[in-house]
Every structure is written in C-alpha cells, then in structure tokens.
C-alpha cells in the first residue's frame, strides 16, 4: 500500500521555523508532482506550496510566499516544507500529497491521488 508520512509538526511561538518532510513509502514519486496543504479546525482543506517533478518549479499561496521554501531531494525520496516566519494563522494540520496528473505544480487539491496521514503544526502568539 502506497503511503506519504509526514513528520516534523510540533508547537512553536509566533516567529519561529519548522520543517516538514515528506516521505513515500511503497513506491517512489520522481515523476510526479507533490505539494502541501493545510486544514484548520472548521475550515476547508487549502493549498500551500507545490513543486513539479525536477524540483525546478514551484508555486506558493500568497499567505505564505516568502516565509515558506518547497523543496525535494530525489536522492532521498523525500519532500520538505521549510516555514519560517511563523504566525498563529498557519495552524493547520498539513498534509503532503503527490498527483499524476501533471508533472508540473498544480495547486488544485482534487488532482491529487496520494494524500499523507497529516502532521500537526501549532503556532502560539
């Protein structure tokens, strides 16, 4: 069974950095592209970042543009989103994912086929 396990949500102040990673298990994801979303309670689920096959493209949500860095090592199969900058509006649950729709970004949630277990990210004020 294919799985995405994200790992490295935890608590920090406002201000603060953490880095998400994202690992595959059952198969890898070279040729796809992958990305990060995020749900707050009583929210819908919502785009972040997105990083097309090569790692060579990317695309952020205005929210976070210029605090967050999508990233991907093949060499590792692994994805990172590095957040800096915090404030208490990114608490979320986030969640990676990876489509074989394109092989580009794509920010649009339902083009997604993979989806991780989620990893919560808190951020105090």
């Known amino acids: 069974q294919v799985q995405l396990v994200e790992s490295g949500g935890g608590l920090v102040q406002a201000g603060g950095s953490l880095r998400l990673s994202c690992a595959p298990s059952g198969r890898t994801f070279s040729s796809y592209a992958m990305g990060w979303f995020r749900q707050a309670p009583g929210k819908e689920r919502e785009f972040v970042a997105t990083i097309n096959w090569s790692g060579r493209s990317t695309y952020y949500a205005d929210s976070v543009k210029g605090r967050f860095t999508i990233s991907r090592d093949s060499a590792k199969n692994t994805m990172y989103l590095q957040m800096n900058s915090l404030k208490p509006e990114d608490t979320a649950v986030y969640y990676c994912?990876?489509?074989?729709?394109?092989?580009?970004?794509?920010?649009?949630?339902?083009?997604?086929?993979?989806w991780g277990q989620g990893t919560q990210v808190t951020v105090s004020s």
């Open positions: 994912a990876a489509t074989s729709y394109t092989s580009g970004t794509v920010a649009d949630l339902s083009k997604y086929d993979y």
